[in-house]
């Protein structure tokens, strides 16, 4: 008798994963593939986080830590709001998760109840989708576009139709890059806390901006959870580590949550994590060769057909409409894949209803690969 498969392994796949898959197959036969699929930094972790992990390999056990991180990296943590918000903030809210993905898993799981009503954005990171549904609450996506900069309104909530019990945010957001000015974060926060729903701000990719700084919904309420991350900024991906700053009286009970699902996130990573605060001059020298993969490509793609572009304010993202080119944003990859070598996401990954007439370029990697890349685009759509 074949035994039961629960269904919250039913989740959609994480389509830029498949096609990360079907590029690297295309290496492995010899084919030459340009990464513009994957949203993760091309240069290593900083040079001062490589020497102390070192350090702290050769002299420490590394064991085992408190689930809410070592104090030492929750009190930089701390600092750091101070240095880069100009925010105070006590150390004991802050959490230290094994990557972003973490700090979403326990912020769902102490802030929600089952069959509860989260609100995000479509586009939208579609792991935000998937968790939500694999632990039994209710994902209810928004339908953003230009006309919002792609981002939520307080209008657009009161029209939803829905009593939303919390609400995702994301700014900079993935895929578009696009972000909220301050007093459009500020009035989300204070509707939010008026209507009694749960905020929280995914600011993963704050430090990476090109026109001004992000705002940290933290300065506009004491309710709302922050999740942050070293994978981008930092450029720490593979180190899987994150942080949270949470409301007070919530401290504990994510605490309890850690301890019996995580125990703690990787000691050698925190070490580095402490670390990492101390190498802003590299980590924004990775920033502004982002800044110049983005200026040349926001000229260069339109001049291959991709002429809507939604606002790269942010991150390393370029969001392009492609409905007067394809219906369907996934053979149209497969396609460009399989005739260029250059690898792209298409938007159902982030728009379940009108993604097929998007796609996603990050532009992380080389200089020369974006340059390569728009080539090899124009010469294809030509």
């Known amino acids: ?3 039961k498969i629960s269904k919250r392994g039913s989740v959609a796949p994480f389509i830029v994963m498949d096609v990360m898959r079907a590029a690297n197959e295309r290496e492995a036969q ?3 593939v340009i990464h513009l699929e994957v949203g993760q930094p091309s240069t290593s972790a900083p040079r001062g986080v490589l020497e102390a992990t070192q350090k702290a390999l050769m002299s420490d056990k590394v064991g085992y830590t408190e689930a809410l991180g070592i104090p030492a990296l929750r009190e ?4 750091y709001y101070k240095e880069y918000y100009d925010v105070s903030l006590d150390a004991r809210r802050v959490v230290v998760t094994t990557g972003s993905s973490t700090g979403f898993l326990l912020a769902f799981l102490s802030a929600f109840e089952q069959g509860d009503k989260v609100g995000l954005t479509a586009p939208g990171y579609p792991a935000y989708r998937n968790i939500l549904k694999a632990l039994g609450f209710e994902a209810i996506e928004i339908p953003v576009g230009p006309d919002t900069h792609f981002q939520p309104t307080p209008q ?3 029209e939803l139709g829905v009593e939303l019990d919390g609400l995702i945010v994301a700014s900079p957001g993935n895929p578009t890059g696009s972000m909220l000015s301050r007093e459009d974060l500020q009035g989300l926060c204070r509707y939010c806390d008026a209507k009694g729903i749960r905020f929280i701000s995914d600011e993963i990719y704050h430090g990476i901006t090109y026109d001004h700084r992000a705002d940290t919904a933290i300065e506009f309420s004491e309710d709302v959870i922050l999740i942050n991350s070293f994978s981008k900024y930092f450029s720490m991906t593979g180190w899987r580590l994150g942080w949270m700053v949470v409301p007070d009286n919530m401290v504990r009970a994510i605490e309890c949550l850690a301890q019996n699902l995580f125990i703690s996130a990787p000691t050698l990573s925190q070490f580095g994590g402490v670390a990492a605060f101390d190498c802003r001059e590299e980590l924004d020298a990775n920033v502004a060769h982002y800044a110049r993969n983005r200026e040349m490509l926001l000229n260069e793609l339109p001049l ?3 002429d809507k572009l939604a606002p790269s304010d942010g991150a390393f993202y370029i969001y392009a409409d492609v409905a ?7 053979e149209f990859c497969k396609t460009i894949l399989a005739k260029t070598g250059v690898a792209t996401t298409p938007g159902v990954d982030f728009d379940c209803a009108r993604g097929n007439h998007f796609m996603r370029f990050s532009y992380a990697g080389s200089f020369e690969h974006m340059v390569e890349a728009a080539k090899r685009l124009k010469v294809f759509l030509k």
């Open 324 to 330: 007067h080119l394809t219906n369907d944003a996934q």
């Open 76 to 79: 930089r943590i701390a600092q």
């Open 156 to 158: 657009m909530l009161d």
């Open 1 to 3: 008798m074949a035994l």
């Open 304 to 306: 291959a057909g991709f």
């Open 30 to 32: 010899g084919g030459d």
